[in-house]
């Protein structure tokens, strides 16, 4: 993909476009959520409700399984990891200009972060490889948020 030479000329969808490319090089798995209502055939569709991030991506990770006193006597604990993934939302913005949230879209962060989730905004190609790691960083730490 080319990105503009300049950051003035960055517009949300190269933004977005990046951050698909990075999660798909990385093997992170996402869905990219379309919000708001469209048109269709004389009908109205709605789709995600406005105000939800651009995506859901899911973050993978492992962490060693600890003996626990809870555990009956006897128990053997092998060396082993447990899988787990955390779920983030991604909003994506641009890197200048009209890069703030939307009322709506301020909502919804506000309440993800209430209930304890992960809300990331993106507003360069750079921001995505902070919050979320490479995949073989994620294997053995904890991911972020």
Do not use: C
């Not at 969808?13 to 798995?29: M, P, W």
């Not at 651009?54 to 962490?63: K, T, Y």
């Not at 009956?72 to 890069?99: F, N, Q």
């Amino acid at each position: 993909m080319r990105r503009p030479a300049r950051l003035e000329h960055v517009k949300e969808s190269h933004v977005l476009q990046a951050v698909k490319d990075y999660l798909d090089a990385e093997g992170i798995r996402y869905v990219r959520i379309q919000a708001g209502r469209l048109e269709r055939k004389g009908y109205w569709l709605q789709m995600a409700n406005p105000g939800t991030p651009d995506l859901v991506v899911e973050i993978p990770g492992r962490r060693p399984v600890r003996p626990s006193s809870a555990m009956p006597k006897g128990t053997t604990v092998l060396p082993l990891a447990t899988t787990y993934a955390r779920i983030a939302w991604i909003e994506t913005k641009r890197p200048t200009g009209k890069a703030d949230l939307s009322p709506m879209q301020q909502a919804f962060r506000k309440q993800s972060l209430a209930n304890l989730g992960l809300h990331y905004v993106i507003r360069s190609p750079e921001d995505i490889r902070f919050f979320i790691p490479p995949k073989r960083e994620l294997d053995f730490h904890e991911p972020l948020g």
